[in-house]
């Protein structure tokens, strides 16, 4: 067992934070957490050896929901466009390259390093439809020592020739991918990922329902994003009741764990569908922002029960941080406020990090908090040059959360193991 000592804040409800002020966590040999508490004595470790982080702040790890690894060279350029032409354009020509594997390896492992970087541990991930450039992300977030679901993209239509596969060869691809990560409760495995509707002939959107349900696979997609994106699926799914029934039909919506990004125009019916079919919303601001797809009311979703977590959708989105994502989130959530005449309360900061933290992380487990049995995955944040003697222990993570950067990110742990930056 191993105790560590240090302010430790984590949000065990989404209403509150829980702060222990010079307070310490045991985590086990298998990572897992054992206890908090605000001495050793009420560990129930006297003699237990400590490290102690001193004035430093220990924080859950960050969870990214959705993230595209092979748009990160497109990261912060290209934003003059809405989503559809925005693909065609930018998006599309950039993952073809992704068929070139040490183009792929290159990438992927810039992106990995700067997931690493921003205090991510855990991340939901579309790669390409390319198998073996799939395959080195997943291998470099298992050398990293990190968490991720990663998606082998399913894509079959409307886009270039070279950003097509067939539904057997889809097939045979995951298998490979299945068949290459049967470790019990891994940290990196697989995840089905039709692109959207509009890239999935309904043979491939029922060959990913088959794979996941066969292999007991969560599933990833995009879901009532931008109004062009959404009429073109009334059209081409002229029987369904709406963009998250097509899903529902095709068996892609929660039949297993399931997390759909975006969700800024979803009606009272499809959020019905959403919070009955245990799926998930990522949260992806500064994507909205940048594609100009509009502003997703999250307190409704909240409200209506809805698990939501964040995420930084590179490249549509241009940061990285899910720290920034909560300070995104809350903006577009004062922004609804405004809207709203003051009926809709925004977000708050314990919201906004309990989304980044426990509500995200329950798409991988017991992730996203530090109490008893969770994955110990967690940050050390110096906040040193943001003059914290001023502040109490809340307002030093606030100011953190809202003006520090990857700096102050001093050790990073993942299920109990020490993550270390490239030299
Ligand atoms: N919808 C389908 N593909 C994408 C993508 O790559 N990014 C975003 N933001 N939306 C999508
Ligand atoms: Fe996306």
Redesign the pocket.
Known sequence: MKVYKAHIIYTPRREEFHVLENGYVAVGRDGRVVCVGSSLEALGCPDAEVLDFGNRLLIPAMNDVHV?AA?YHNQGIAMDLE?LPW?QNY?FPEESKFSDSSYAELIYRRFVENMKRVGTMRAVV?ATIHTEGTRRLMNIFREAGMGALVGKVAMNRNCPDSLQEGVADYVSGMEQLVAESTEPDALVRPIVTP??IP?CTPEMLRACSEVARRYNLPVQS?LS?NLS?IELVRQLEPESQGYGDAYRRYGLFGDTPTVM??CVWSDEAERRLIRDGGVMVAH?PT?NFN?ASGMAPIRTYLDEGISVGLGS?IS?GHDLSIFRMMVYAIQVSKMHYQRSNHEQPFLSLSEAFWMATKSGGSFFGKVGSFEEGYDFDALVIDDANLFPADYNILQRLERFIYVGDDRNIVHRFCRGKEVCLAE
Do not use: I, N, P, Y
């Open positions: 595209h748009q989503l693909l998006t579309f692109r959207f890239s995009h994003e994106e990004a975006h992806c994507s594609v959708d549509g």
